[in-house]
């Protein structure tokens, strides 16, 4: 009964051993793209022109804002004045207003909105020269993983020798081609 413990113990030692000299044998690096990004001269233009539309748009939802201000502030001024039929149509107007405001926001700044499209489409060269040259630069220097450290943490390059998804899938009992 000792010597099965024993076996076992030695068995997990031989496993952590193991792993530490794998773990140590592995080259990682990492590489900030916001620092990369702001020394590519093209990468200035592209802000500027991002700028601008932001900018343009930002003018015209002032706009809206100061209209739905003024259509309340009149409405709060002369509500005792008007009739039951005439506040609900103004209430309406200033909702109609806010709505479209809403939707106007959402079209140029939300999550699929024309700011973020326009975004990706002029960064995306420049992003895919990025990815291209850190894949470049971590095979010729041997790095096994290379991650981008701004904002948050991503993978960028992983050398193909570890990629799992064969092993899971087989463990997995799928068949692949």
Not at 13 to 18: A, I, P, W, Y
Not at 30 to 43: A, G, M, Q, R, W
Not at 168 to 176: A, F, K, M, V, W
Request: proline share 2%; no cysteine.
């Amino acid at each position: 009964m000792n010597t099965r413990f024993l076996h076992i113990g030695l068995f997990v030692t031989l496993m952590v051993l193991s792993t530490t000299v794998m773990a140590q044998n592995q080259k990682i690096g990492f590489f900030e793209s916001d620092f990369i990004l702001s020394n590519i001269p093209e990468y200035s233009g592209i802000e500027q022109r991002l700028q601008l539309l932001s900018d343009t748009w930002q003018q015209e939802i002032e706009e809206m804002e100061a209209e739905i201000t003024a259509l309340e502030e009149d409405y709060a001024a002369k509500e005792i004045l008007y009739t039951e039929d005439i506040r609900a149509e103004k209430k309406r107007e200033i909702e109609q207003k806010k709505s479209a405001r809403d939707a106007f926001l959402n079209e140029k700044f939300g999550p699929d909105g024309e700011y973020f499209r326009s975004q990706d489409e002029l960064l995306e060269p420049i992003m895919r020269q990025i990815f291209t040259a850190v894949s470049e630069v971590a095979r010729k220097q041997g790095f096994d993983f290379v991650f981008d450290r701004s904002g948050d943490i991503y993978l960028v390059y992983a050398r193909n020798e570890w990629n799992l998804n064969e092993s899971i899938l087989i463990e997995l009992g799928i068949d692949i081609e």
